[in-house]
């Protein structure tokens, strides 16, 4: 049977998943390439941040046995709960893009999942480093029936729920960072890209971007700013499933309730996680830089200032906290 290349590759990778051996030949004879093919494919996958490694004599093995994501398993976890779909793919350049390009069709709460992203999106055009099975990459549709004005705020809410399906796999102690970072001690656990297409007065829909850092190898050399991944925090390995069930159940029940209250019922979770609460904080957009004492958010999700007694608000921008 003729496959194409990226089904070729998933046997691979299920071949290999529980950290065994296995040669060039075997693994031709399974996925029905020759030898020098099955080569070429891991010198892909290694490429795409899969940590394998051959030996002279015995074949391929994974540094680590890996858990792969599994539909059915999310789908067992959330089935009593919610009914989003969900989508499992091997690589994908971004699920992000994905979701975006088929926004009109998909249905509400659709979910795609990927183990590995080429070309993985962060906020302000930055690169979301993603290397296979390494973290969670996940993007929800979601349309809102009131339009643009009623999103405001739509990033802190997906933090939150982030927040809270962390916690119930037993990490309590993380942090947000205005507008849309998890953070555990000081460092970035996982990121949020929310796109919003739709017009002011008409229905919007969102594509919800989450990107939680997992199990990165330990040459992650691309990323940009402190960063922490669960496994560190765990001491323990992280079930990929369980936390992605976790965070569509989490987030869709929030969502639901967003779209009736707003984020003002959620204001109070925020401030008990708001990294910054009470700190003096630069506030950097463009060539432009403000500084006050950041005082939380308030219900469409700005930034408040406090500077001299007088309070703004602020919609954009990155703040990082000013040392005296
Ligand atoms: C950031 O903190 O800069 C946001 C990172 C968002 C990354 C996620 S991973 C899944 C989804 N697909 C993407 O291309 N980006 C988001």
Redesign the pocket.
């Known amino acids: 049977m003729r496959r194409k290349p990226a089904q070729t590759r998933s046997l691979l990778i299920k071949q290999l998943a529980n950290g065994e051996f296995n040669s060039g030949e075997l693994l031709g004879e399974l996925v029905g390439v020759s030898r020098s093919a099955v080569a070429n494919h891991i010198k892909y996958l290694t490429n795409i941040g899969l940590d394998v490694f051959s030996v002279k004599g015995r074949g391929y093995r994974l540094a680590a046995p890996l858990l792969l994501l599994d539909q059915n398993k999310i789908l067992d976890l959330i089935g009593q709960e919610s009914n989003n779909i969900v989508e499992v793919v091997s690589v994908i ?5 994905y979701v975006k390009e088929r926004l009109d069709d998909l249905p509400q709460g659709f979910v795609c999942l ?1 183990e590995a ?1 080429t ?6 055009g ?1 690169t ?1 480093v ?1 290397p296979f099975g390494s ?5 929800m549709a979601w349309t809102f029936s009131g339009g643009y004005q009623s999103i405001a705020g739509l990033s802190l809410l997906v933090g939150i729920a982030i927040n809270r399906s962390l916690a119930q796999v037993g990490v309590v102690d993380c942090k947000l960072k205005w507008p ?2 998890v953070y555990y001690n000081l460092k ?1 656990l ?4 929310v796109e919003v297409e739709g017009q002011v007065g008409s229905h919007a829909s969102a594509v919800i ?3 939680i850092n997992i199990d990165l190898p330990i040459c992650v050399d691309e990323i940009d700013q402190p960063f922490v991944d669960l496994v560190s925090i765990t001491q323990k390995p992280v079930n990929r499933n369980e936390l992605a069930g976790l965070i569509i159940v989490t987030l869709t029940k929030m969502l639901k309730q967003f779209e009736v209250e707003g984020l003002a019922p959620f204001l109070p979770e925020w401030k008990d996680a708001d990294l910054f609460y009470n700190e003096y904080v630069y506030l950097e957009s463009g060539s432009n830089r403000i500084q006050g004492l950041s005082k939380g958010i308030n219900e469409s999700g700005a930034l408040l200032l406090d500077n001299g007694g007088k309070v703004t608000a602020h919609h954009g921008g990155e703040i990082s906290v000013r040392r005296a």
């Open positions: 350049d971004s699920t992000n893009t990927a992203q070309h993985g999106r962060g906020r302000r930055k979301w993603s973290s969670i990459y996940m993007s849309n970072d970035k996982a990121g949020i890209l971007g989450i990107g």
